[in-house]
Every structure is written in C-alpha cells, then in structure tokens.
C-alpha cells in the first residue's frame, strides 16, 4: 500500500509539472520591439519665433524682411571681400539620421556673373560634440542642384548621406557661406524624408521686360558728347559700327583719357534696363599690337552724383577687351550702379588709359533679361529653308537631308562612320534669340544606330552658346534637364532640357544649339523648339 501511495504521488506531481510547463509556455510573449516612427518632411527652421541667428566669417546675421515663406529668414550682410558665413542654433538637437536630404530656399540679391547671381552655397552642420562638416552644393555626391538667381528664391537639396564626419542624430547648427559679398536670404530649412519631394510653391510671374532702347547712336548732328581729359571728340563719319557715324576721340600724348555722351532722350530712364551697352574700336598698338584695352564707364545722374565701373569688374559682367582695329561690343550691369539714380542717367562717359584714337558707337540699353513669360512655343529651326543653318564640331559630316524628318520637308543629318564621340549643331533662325522667356529647349532625334542590343538607347548632350561664345552643355539624363527617354532605333523621338539648368550662359543672347552623341553613325535632327 505504501509503495502505491508514493507511485500515485509522483505520477500527480508529474502531472501537474508538465501542466505548469505548458502553461507557461503558452503564457510566455516575446516583447514586441518598439516600431520606429517613420521620417515625415518637416520644417525645421522657418526663423519665424526669434532664431539664435548669428554671424560666421566676414558676414552680419540677422533675421530678415525678405521670405520664401512668413515674413522672416536669416539674412546674410556683407560690404566687401570674399567668403561669408552665418549660421543658426537649433534651440534642441535635431535628428537627421532618418531623413533623405536637408533643403532650404535662397534668394541671392548679388549681381556677380553677369547679373545673374549664379552662386553655389556652402552649407556646414555641426553636431552636438562640435564635430562639423561642409557641403558645397556642387559637390559631387549633394545632389543636382541650380546655382543661385538674383532676385529670386531657389530651392536646394543636399543628401544627409553625404554629410559624413558627424552624428546626425544630434546636429545642433547650421551655417551658410558664400563667396561673393552682398545681401543672401535663407528661409524654411527642411529634412526631406525617402519618397517625398520638396513642396515649392510658384513664383511670382517675372516683371514685363523693358525693350532695347538705343540712346545714343551719332547719327544726328548736335552737342551729344564732350571732352572730359585730355581728348579731341568729334563726330566722325569715316569709322562707324553701324549708320553712318560715330563718336571719336583722339589724343597724342599721356595717361589717362576721358570723353562722353549725352542720351537722345535727357534724362534717360534706365531703372527698368538691366545693362548699358556700347560699341568701340580701339586703334592703339598696346600689348604687342593687340590694344587689349579695359574701358571705364562712368554714369551720371541728373544731378551730378556719377560712379564708375570698369570693364572687367565682376560686378560689370564679363567683357572682352578692345581689339586693334575692330569694333567689340561691351556691356556693364546697370544693378552695379549703385550710387546714382537711374531713372535720371544724364550722361555716358568713357575712360581709357593709353593715348590715341578711339571710336564709340550705339550707346544702348538693354532690356530688364526678365522677359516676359513664353505663352506659347517658338520654333527655332525646322531647317526648311536652305541656308548655313547648321555646322558640324567634331567627328561629323553635316548636312540637310529631305529624306528623312519629323515635320515638313527636311531635318538635319549627321553622319560619323567611326570613332568616339560626335558633335554637330543648328543656329536660330533669329540669331540671337532671346530664350529667357521660356521654359524649356526642346528637339526631335532619331537614331539609326543599334547598340544597346539594337535599340539604340543613347543620350544626348546639347550644348548652348550665347552670342559672347560662353556656353554649357547638360545631358538628357542629368536630374536637372527634367525627364527625358533615350533614342530609339528608327524613331523620332522628342527630348526637352529645362532652361532653368543653363545658369552659365546669356538665355537672351542665344547663338548655337549643339548636340553631342558618344557612338559613330547616322542621326537626324529636326524642330528645334523653345517651350514655355
């Protein structure tokens, strides 16, 4: 009996022990691991509840009038040299460790390069440690972004990947540097989240531009110019650019030489033009012959109040100096004469330095470049009519072909039978033609080729000139040319770059538009056309 008491005792105890395990077992829950809130676009600084602004090297922080969004910003303020810096302390350290890029808008009120501002930005974060490091917004890496325009809010987005060298979960500043000195605005600083894109609101429509107005072209006889230091002026009908005269001044001896001209129209309003142009013609044989020459251009208000700026200032926009013999034209930017008031310019005077014989003809204002905007697209060249509209660079035997086109009777026909790497291109037929109302420059190609397993499938560079000769080429593919297909063997197919990714160039003054393919064969080209 007792040895059954103990068997039945050991056998319960045994039940009820599975019976606790399995309990337990069924009991027992993993703790589920906390889900990470994903990233959510945001603004992180709009500097409209008092920022802790302040100043870097060479530039004044303060918190500024002008804004993307509100009524406030980080302005940066400086007068003179190069390289500027502000920043802004975020009141808690932020964390960008989950976010795709950090964006912010910029309006750059500087007139360098050609008066178009066109500045990258430098933009440095520093974490809590006080570890920092600095992206420029051309660095390789950051992302496409434009360059600044004057006058006008850009939006930028610089990838946080790059940003290495820091703990982006604790960034604690920011600081913003530019090179040239000037007025910069900074507004809504975004951590951009994966998937998102920056939300950019538009831009007020642009200002109607002023028209070409020609304020001085010596083809009437009267008092228009004088003689300011040791120069002998005369209307002279022997040398001119274009009409009949122009203004001449000569000198035999000394250094330094001055001599002016009155606008048709006295005062002459030129608040809403952006440069004043001329033609001169240079007959000294400085510089081993050459001349060679800069030109001072001093403008005078109706009051007397005058500033002067010579041709190769940055601030002027770039210029070509004088040419023995030969007329060049030259034009300044009007936003760099500060000093005087331009809805009252009463006279143009001009300086040189070496004594001898000098011409100036078609004293000009030139129209605001804002342009008003494109309505509708304006075809280029259809390469209808015969004529040189079209040349070739390199590696490409050009010519007008009435075989083969997208619309009408003809196109352009390019043809390599080896090597790397080929370039052709097509004038306007309006040469120059202003472009700086439009949105985008767009073409029709087709491709006989057939790599890419017979498909084609190639991109293509286009390269755009201005009448000075500066130019930029994007490619098809580039981020900031917009989306465009590849070639197809056979096919037209229809490519379009936005004008806004040519920052480098005069859109007013457009020359050539150039097209560059990597692989030797036959290509055709057809209506080139400027969009809204």
Not at 123 to 147: M, P
Request: charged residues 20%; proline residues 3%; hydrophobic residues 40%.
């Amino acid at each position: 009996m007792q040895t059954s008491n103990k068997v039945s005792f050991w056998r319960l105890a045994s039940i009820v022990m599975v019976l606790s395990l399995v309990l337990a077992a069924c009991g027992a829950k993993a703790t589920p691991v906390p889900t990470e809130a994903p990233a959510v676009t945001s603004v992180i600084q709009d500097f409209e509840s008092s920022p802790s602004v302040y100043d870097g090297n060479g530039a004044t922080a303060s918190v500024g009038d002008a804004a993307y969004n509100g009524a406030a910003s980080l302005k940066s303020m400086s007068d003179s040299g190069e390289w500027h810096t502000v920043g802004v302390e975020f009141a808690a350290p932020v964390d960008m460790s989950q976010y795709l890029a950090l964006c912010y808008f910029v309006n750059d009120t500087t007139a360098f390069n050609d008066g178009k501002a066109n500045n990258t930005v430098g933009v440095k974060l520093y974490d809590a440690s006080g570890a920092s490091v600095e992206r420029y917004t051309d660095n390789e890496g950051v992302g496409d972004n434009l360059k600044t325009k004057k006058d006008q809010w850009v939006p930028m987005c610089m990838n946080l990947v790059s940003f290495t060298e820091i703990d982006q979960t604790q960034v604690s500043k920011i600081e913003f540097t530019m090179y040239w000195a000037g007025a910069y605005y900074f507004d809504d600083i975004t951590l951009l989240a994966q998937g998102d894109e920056l939300t950019v609101k538009e831009q007020p429509a642009p200002v109607e531009a002023a028209a070409d107005v020609v304020a001085q072209d010596f083809e009437t006889e009267g008092d228009f110019f004088y003689s300011d230091y040791q120069a002998d002026v005369s209307r002279d009908t022997e040398v001119f650019h274009s009409g009949a005269a122009s203004l001449k001044a000569a000198s035999d001896a000394g250094e330094w030489h001055a001599f002016g001209a009155y606008p048709a129209t006295r005062p002459f309003d030129a608040s809403k033009h952006s440069k004043v142009c001329f033609w001169i013609e240079d007959t000294t044989t400085n510089n081993n012959g050459g001349a060679d020459n800069t030109v001072g251009v001093k403008l005078f208000d109706a009051s007397g109040a005058n500033q002067e700026l010579w041709t190769d200032n940055a601030l002027g926009g770039e210029n070509p100096k004088t040419v023995n013999g030969e007329f060049v034209q030259m034009c300044l930017n009007l936003d760099a004469f500060t000093d005087i008031d331009l809805t009252q310019v009463d006279k143009i005077q001009f300086a040189l330095y070496w004594a001898g014989t000098y011409y100036v003809d078609d004293i000009e204002f030139i129209g605001s470049g804002a342009g008003a905007a494109a309505t509708a697209p304006v075809l280029a060249q259809d390469f209808e009519t015969e004529g040189e509209n079209f040349y070739s660079d390199y590696q490409a035997d050009v010519s007008r072909d009435t075989e083969v086109f997208h619309s009408g009777a003809a196109s352009l026909k390019a043809f390599s039978d080896a090597g790397e790497w080929h370039a052709f291109g097509a004038y306007p037929a309006t040469r120059p033609f202003d472009a700086s109302g439009f949105g985008k420059v767009c073409f029709w190609i087709e491709d006989t080729t057939t790599n890419n397993n017979g498909g084609a499938d190639n991109t293509v560079g286009v390269k755009l000139f201005d009448a000075s000769g500066t130019n930029q080429e994007v490619w098809t593919d580039h981020d900031l040319a917009g989306l465009n297909p590849k070639t197809v063997n056979g096919e037209f197919v229809q490519m379009c770059l936005n004008l806004d990714a040519y920052s480098d160039i005069d859109l007013t003054q457009l020359d050539k538009i150039q097209f560059a393919l990597f692989w030797a064969g036959t290509y055709y080209v057809d209506d080139i056309e400027f969009q809204p």
